[in-house]
């Protein structure tokens, strides 16, 4: 086989740092496949790729512990309910896949892009001689009226404490404690979570966006990115619910069981006026 050339204009139609790809080379970041293959783990291949460097052990580790944390929240989750309805009307699991990961936006899937945002910002209002109280205190005004009441990685329609998100700080402190990273976004979490709680008179506990945003900022990772990492995640689920439905079968379900209808608060029945 031989690799065509034309001075550079079809070639430079697409321009990348990402992958070296031509005939036997594979190449991800100028590090050879055949070198990556079983000594780098998913997790810092995340990384290298979203990144453009390896992460250290430590690093993939912190990585792999927000992803696999993320990965289902069963079928009252709508993403999940989505990829089982989308199974059940004879798609393929890359269709229940995509209906899935199409629903996971600012409400649904972008909370810890949110929070990641929160915690970098009350860190830049810091870094420019702000007390620690007054940076949280002035973000949060801020944040609550660009996106409402509800504060992305704070409480839990479900959980009256998210039971992911302390075993996930423990990580980042005992990383913290060993220098793998800094610990400031996990403090900066915990000043938010006591400001709202003095503020509603009850705690608000920290969530599972919240925590996994602790660790995408203490590793490093910009905002808009950590919503793509949690599509990474939760696809696993998805995928997990999507062949779990083709097993069990089912035909057109829908979101309710069909011997319910939909609440009907329109006009009563009125007759079609005669002279359309």
Same mark, same amino acid.
């Given at each position: 086989?031989t690799?065509?050339?034309?001075?550079?204009?079809?070639?430079?139609?697409w321009?990348?740092?990402?992958?070296?790809?031509?005939?036997g080379v594979? %190449?991800?970041?100028?590090?050879?496949?055949?070198?990556?293959?079983?000594?780098?783990?998913?997790?810092?291949?995340?990384?290298l790729?979203?990144?453009?460097?390896?992460?250290?052990?430590?690093?993939?580790?912190?990585?792999?512990?927000?992803?696999?944390?993320?990965?289902?929240?069963?079928?009252q989750?709508?993403?999940?309910?989505?990829?089982?309805m989308?199974?059940t009307?004879?798609?393929?699991?890359?269709?229940?896949?995509?209906?899935a990961?199409n629903v996971?936006?600012?409400?649904?899937?972008?909370?810890?892009?949110?929070?990641?945002?929160?915690?970098?910002?009350?860190?830049?209002?810091?870094?420019?001689?702000?007390?620690?109280?007054?940076?949280v205190?002035?973000?949060?005004?801020?944040?609550?009226?660009?996106?409402?009441?509800f504060?992305?990685?704070?409480?839990?329609?479900f959980?009256?404490?998210?039971?992911?998100?302390?075993?996930?700080?423990?990580l980042?402190?005992?990383?913290?404690?060993?220098?793998?990273?800094?610990?400031?976004?996990?403090?900066? #979490?915990?000043?938010?979570?006591?400001?709202?709680?003095? %503020?509603?008179?009850?705690?608000?506990?920290?969530?599972?966006?919240? #925590?996994?945003?602790?660790?995408?900022?203490?590793?490093?990772?910009?905002?808009?990115?950590?919503?793509?990492?949690?599509c990474?995640?939760?696809s696993?689920?998805?995928?997990?619910?999507?062949?779990?439905?083709?097993?069990q079968?089912?035909?057109?379900?829908?979101?309710?069981?069909?011997?319910?209808?939909?609440?009907?608060?329109?006009?009563?029945?009125?007759?079609?006026?005669e002279n359309?």
């Amino acid at each position: 086989m031989t690799t065509i050339t034309d001075g550079g204009a079809s070639s430079d139609w697409w321009r990348t740092e990402i992958i070296e790809m031509k005939p036997g080379v594979i %190449r991800y970041r100028g590090y050879p496949i055949e070198e990556l293959i079983g000594r780098v783990s998913l997790a810092q291949m995340i990384w290298l790729m979203t990144r453009g460097e390896l992460p250290s052990k430590a690093q993939g580790e912190l990585l792999d512990a927000a992803l696999m944390s993320a990965v289902d929240h069963g079928p009252q989750a709508p993403s999940i309910a989505i990829a089982r309805m989308a199974a059940t009307c004879g798609v393929g699991l890359n269709n229940a896949m995509a209906s899935a990961v199409n629903v996971l936006g600012d409400v649904h899937g972008g909370a810890g892009e949110q929070a990641v945002e929160m915690y970098t910002a009350i860190a830049a209002r810091i870094d420019a001689g702000a007390g620690e109280a007054e940076a949280v205190k002035l973000t949060l005004d801020e944040f609550i009226a660009e996106h409402g009441k509800f504060v992305s990685g704070f409480g839990h329609r479900f959980h009256p404490i998210d039971p992911r998100a302390p075993r996930l700080l423990q990580l980042v402190d005992e990383a913290a404690q060993r220098g793998e990273v800094s610990g400031r976004y996990a403090g900066i #979490a915990r000043a938010v979570e006591n400001e709202l709680a003095a %503020r509603k008179g009850r705690r608000i506990p920290m969530n599972i966006d919240g #925590a996994t945003a602790v660790i995408y900022a203490e590793l490093g990772f910009p905002a808009p990115l950590a919503r793509g990492l949690f599509c990474l995640s939760r696809s696993v689920g998805i995928l997990a619910h999507a062949w779990e439905q083709t097993q069990q079968g089912g035909r057109n379900k829908g979101p309710i069981p069909r011997q319910y209808v939909p609440t009907y608060d329109g006009p009563p029945q009125r007759p079609v006026p005669e002279n359309l």
